[in-house]
């Protein structure tokens, strides 16, 4: 027998709190202190425990290359074709981070405006957002470092990438609406952390900023008093006649709306008028350049249509309300554009839905709301945010990939109503896998989808799988290329994509399903994927693996904790694992509204009875864990999963199983990260939970993949091959589900 493993020391407190009549022990909160000596010595233990771990591994290093070739496919970002220049983001092959570039519409000229390992050459900043002024001579970009998404605003000149203004601070991922002329915007900010001590990251506001004037001299707009984890979005069309102002809470599924017209008032203060306020329903304004106080605006919304639907109102009444695109009782909506250009015989819409989890893409009359067909895709996948030339035009361009090939990003012609591939820079598809999207039922008779990658397409025999899912804040799994997968699939494997309630891939109910009260919807569904899985011989006990991320990471330590004799090994990545204690780190308090809160009696009684750190049990054998967190993440601290690690050790140490690791990473944090340091992160991940599912990864570069092709099922299966869409531009687009803001 194998020797049980020595974990470093961590002292057991005696803590034991009176939580409105409930006990609530919590030995490890010295560990929520990052900077108690003892919490750094402790993790300095960890990080050797899991290097000493990770370098018996096999075939390590030929993983990380293999997924660092699978990641480095190049990547483009759809044009945002403003005045005379198409800016887009490019990611060439052998780049670690993509740069911003401006092609022109006259020559084909192609320069780079922004590189980020310019600005930075350690390669700690990456570029969070960009948004081009109207006539596209200026652009203001934003960027963050070391992982906290906090990010830095400046102004750069699209002709020669000089900087115009900035840096201004504060900001996180801030929408900007341009005035025409691009001399001034709106933007969001958080005040000086003086001024709000504790709540550093909260009390947003919407500010005016003069491009070149001192930011400490902009004028406040909006949010001055408001609850302080509102966030807000700003829009404004292009002739610069209107400003469309949102606030959500949190978390919420609720948008309060408003509509300024800025002919009436100095931009300074906009006479806000709201179109939508204290209604339980996300909208979106959709205005045109043009529009009069009589003429239309579109409202993308769930107001009475959980999957969502296409509203016409004006301006001068946005009360009163004609349904344009009925609600569809099968499919999802996410996206809205309108092409308006004289070269076509009258104005369209354009509506993208996902059908389970698929996009789809229809072509409307924009006066009647008539579907009259159809944007030809390359096969089942997703299909992302459209993107439309600011002014009258006949074209968009997006994104469309599976999980099987690198994103594309394609150009519908509403002329020809062709599609096809635009300045094509990725690499195509190569990989002989097989996906299928089956349909189990959950406990309660609820119907679960999810998606398959394999080699061979059917259950020949049973094979180490994996289970990843979120569950959570609206987010769905749909998709998008994985390189993870890929190689999984290619050694043998199968990986599992659940579309678990809490999630939206069937909309606004699927959602509600999965939150507050109901959240053990998420966990009985991915309990549910698990028998289904067993039960058809996709897999066999000691065999099945679970892996998520965020809300993810909490729905497999709460599967963990419940199951724990179901499953062989556990990943758990930026994991939420202490939920009485949540709301007082990271993000936490903006997700009272998903969650729940510890303050309410009712409300905590919710979040004690999945909580995975207080559902750990010291007398209970555990399987393998592998728990990964980074210094930089803003939103999920380190600590939930610090404190689930120290507890699930002090279990292992008692009633064996295991081992239990912790991944610490240094300089990244939640969101987006350089390719070399997604490889690192999700071969460790495979190579941990290859050796306890008994997989022999190191043959991810061969494998088994290209067997007998499956047939297509009937009825609640879909069957999608990496073949089918080899003779056509498929990519991939991941809605990769994140924890909110």
Not at 97 to 102: D, G, Q, S
Not at 266 to 283: C, D, F, I, N, S
Not at 529 to 534: F, I, P, S, T
Not at 670 to 698: S, Y
């Amino acid at each position: 027998m194998t020797a049980p493993m020595e974990y470093p020391a961590a002292a057991r407190a005696d803590l034991v709190e009176e939580l409105h009549g409930h006990l609530v022990a919590d030995p490890y909160r010295w560990l929520e202190d990052e900077g108690d000596p003892r919490t750094a010595a402790w993790s300095t233990a960890q990080r050797e425990l899991f290097r000493g771990r990770q370098a018996a591994w096999p075939d390590l290093p030929a993983l990380r290359a293999r997924l660092a070739d699978l990641l480095d496919t190049g990547a483009l970002s759809p044009p945002a074709a403003h005045g005379p220049w198409q800016l887009r983001t490019r990611r060439a092959r052998g780049r670690d981070l993509p740069v911003l570039e401006a092609r022109a519409e006259r020559d084909g000229a192609v320069r780079t405006v922004f590189d980020p390992l310019v600005l930075d050459p350690s390669g700690a900043t990456v570029l969070d957002d960009w948004t081009p002024s109207w006539e596209g001579a200026s652009v203001a970009v934003q960027t963050s470092t070391g992982g906290t998404e906090d990010s830095v605003l400046r102004v750069l000149d699209t002709a020669t990438g000089a900087v115009l203004d900035g840096p201004i601070d504060r900001l996180r991922r801030s929408a900007i609406a341009w005035l025409p002329g691009g001399g001034a915007f709106y933007y969001v900010r958080r005040p000086a952390p003086e001024t709000i001590p504790g709540e550093e990251r909260y009390h947003r506001r919407v500010y005016l900023h003069r491009v070149g004037s001192d930011p400490a001299e902009d004028r406040l707009v909006f949010g001055e008093g408001r609850e302080m984890t509102q966030y807000y979005t700003v829009a404004t069309t292009p002739d610069g006649r209107w400003l469309t102002l949102t606030a959500s809470t949190g978390a919420s599924p609720r948008t309060d709306v408003w509509l300024a017209d800025l002919t009436a008032s100095e931009p300074e203060r906009p006479l806000l008028r709201p179109v939508q306020e204290g209604v339980a329903a996300r909208t979106e304004l959709h205005l045109r350049a043009g529009t009069g106080p009589r003429d239309a605006l579109y409202l993308r919304t769930r107001r009475d249509a959980p999957r969502g639907r296409i509203e016409r109102a004006t301006p001068a009444d946005p009360g009163t309300r004609e349904v344009l695109i009925a609600e569809d009782p099968q499919a999802v909506v996410e996206d809205f554009t309108v092409l308006d250009g004289p070269e076509l015989a009258r104005p369209l819409a354009l509506v993208t839905r996902t059908r389970h989890a698929l996009s789809e893409i229809t072509v409307h009359d924009l006066a009647t709301g008539e579907q009259l067909g159809e944007v030809a895709l390359p096969g089942p996948g997703t299909v992302g945010a459209l993107k439309a030339r600011s002014g009258p035009g006949h074209e968009v361009w997006f994104r469309y990939g599976d999980f099987t090939t690198p994103s594309t990003v394609l150009h519908y012609d509403a002329r020809s109503g062709r599609t096809e591939p635009w300045d094509a820079g990725t690499r195509g598809p190569d990989h002989d896998v097989m996906v299928r999207q089956v349909s189990f039922p959950a406990q309660d008779g609820t119907q679960v989808r999810m998606f398959l990658v394999s080699p061979t397409g059917r259950p020949d025999r049973p094979r180490p799988t994996v289970i990843t899912g979120y569950g959570g804040f609206g987010a769905s799994i749909v998709p998008g290329f994985a390189p993870q997968a890929l190689a999984w699939a290619r050694a043998g494997g199968v990986y599992a994509f659940a579309c678990l309630r809490g999630g939206g891939e069937e909309g606004e109910q699927w959602h509600r399903a999965g939150r507050r009260e109901r959240k053990s919807n998420t966990f009985d569904d991915l309990a549910a994927a698990a028998d289904w899985l067993l039960a058809g011989g996709w897999t066999a006990p000691g065999r099945l693996g679970l892996v998520g991320s965020s809300n993810g990471g909490l729905t497999m330590g709460a599967a963990l904790t419940r199951s724990p004799a179901k499953y062989a090994a556990v990943v758990a990545i930026a994991p939420l694992l202490d939920m009485v204690r949540y709301e007082l780190s990271g993000m936490g308090p903006s997700w009272r509204e998903e969650y729940g809160s510890a303050a309410d009696p009712v409300e905590l009684g919710w979040l004690l009875g999945y909580s995975p750190y207080h559902q750990v049990r010291e007398d209970v054998r555990y399987p393998a864990v592998l728990l990964g967190a980074a210094d930089g993440d803003t939103r999920v601290d380190p600590l939930h999963a610090r404190k689930m690690c120290a507890a699930l050790q002090h279990a292992a140490a008692r009633a064996g199983g295991g081992p239990v690791l912790l991944r610490l990473e240094r300089g990244v944090g939640h969101g987006i990260r350089g390719v070399a340091t997604t490889a690192e992160l999700l071969a460790d991940i495979l190579a941990f939970l290859a050796e306890r599912l008994g997989l022999p990864i190191g043959d991810a570069a061969g494998g088994e993949a290209g067997g007998e092709a499956a047939e297509v099922a009937a009825g609640e299966e879909t069957e999608v091959t990496a073949g089918a869409a080899a003779g056509a531009v498929a990519g991939a687009t991941r809605q990769q589900a994140a924890v909110a803001r």
